[in-house]
């Protein structure tokens, strides 16, 4: 792989910034539709726009994969036998452990 100059860096960083935020809204809603506690939509939103970001500044064009494999976990947790897929529960547990960090 070629170095990635500044811009490059800078555009994945945007595009993870963008996703992100839309990752964000989406917890926000699961969270604000199932959970049990009043929470505040824009601090997930900005949370993961900023984390998806840092993370397309640092891997570049694998915060695609990042984000993607995030993205699944969230739509499909569980395999065709019902058996939840462990790798995939660990990650989100720790970007919401992030999020829930950053945000108190």
């Known amino acids: 792989m070629a170095r ?4 490059d860096r800078l555009v994945f960083a945007a595009i993870g910034a963008a996703v992100g935020a839309v990752l964000g809204m989406v917890l926000a809603w699961v969270l604000g539709v199932f959970g049990r506690t009043p929470l505040e939509p824009h601090h997930w939103i900005a949370g993961c726009a900023v984390i998806s ?7 570049g064009s694998d915060v695609g994969s990042l984000l993607g494999t995030t993205i699944g976990a969230l739509l ?3 395999d065709e036998n019902g058996s939840a897929d462990i790798l995939d529960w660990i990650m989100g547990a720790a970007l919401i452990g992030l999020l829930v960090w950053l945000w108190q």
């Open 53 to 59: 970001a840092v993370a397309g500044f640092i891997l």
């Open 76 to 78: 499909e947790p569980e």
């Open 4 to 7: 990635l100059t500044i811009v």
